[in-house]
């Protein structure tokens, strides 16, 4: 049914859908992301909301981090941070931004047996950074390096995965860019600006519900 939906939802809307109506439907698009929902029992609702936490969360990192490197004086680096996050987190787009993801996840991965039989590795990897993310606000030196490995490890397994020159796989190499040990620390404060991006990565790499099948 999700399938379905999104298929003809984000790429033939309906000519009666409202403005309102449509900008869910962008919202809904990073439920494709990697293959990370797996309920039909979550009304759609529900996604779009904990969806657009998970959204909301992100930007705050992003930004806040792009702050501490400017304090910093680090001008050329936050920069970078908030490209990332213009680029990959903006609703709107063709090849970049939420739009440009979802629409490489769909046409190119989703059903698809040669993706489907080989992302055990990645959605491993999205319960490891999950779990790498402090639970406190003692960021320490080593929790963060432990992060950024996880990070690191997530970008590499996806870009294994995704084609070269696609959304998703750009997507993950800039991501990864940035995970260098000079940024860490103003990452550390970013997380501290944004308590929710666990509470988020709980709802996107949660146990599949009972019943229901991978998208």
């Known amino acids: 049914y999700f399938q379905q939906f999104a298929s003809q939802a984000i790429f033939l809307p309906h000519p009666c859908a409202t403005m309102r109506q449509l900008s869910m439907v962008r919202l809904f698009s990073a439920l494709f992301l990697a293959n990370l929902v797996q309920t039909q029992a979550d009304s759609v609702m529900t996604i779009m ?8 969360s992100a930007m705050e990192v992003a930004e806040a981090t792009a702050l501490s490197l400017d304090k910093a004086n680090e001008k050329a680096r936050a920069a970078k941070v908030r490209e990332w996050s213009s680029n990959w987190l903006s609703v709107m787009g063709v090849t970049y931004g939420l739009t440009g993801l979802t629409k490489d996840f769909v046409l ?10 080989k992302n055990g590795a990645l959605l491993k990897a999205i319960h490891d950074v999950k779990h790498a993310v402090p639970t406190s606000n003692d960021f320490s030196k080593s929790q963060m390096r432990y992060l950024k490995t996880q990070i ?8 294994a995965l995704f084609q070269q020159g696609g959304s998703l796989h750009m997507m993950l190499q800039q991501l990864e860019e940035l ?9 550390a404060e970013g997380l501290k600006a944004s308590p929710s991006l ?4 709980d709802y996107l790499s949660g146990p599949r519900p009972e019943g229901t099948q991978e998208l």
């Open 108 to 117: 190119n991965y989703l059903g698809r047996t040669s993706y489907h039989s």
């Open 152 to 159: 690191i490890k997530l970008c590499e397994i996806g870009m």
């Open 198 to 201: 666990r509470q988020a990565f």
């Open 49 to 56: 909301s904990e969806m657009s936490t998970a959204r909301s």
């Open 179 to 187: 995970m260098t040990e000079e940024n860490m620390p103003h990452f």
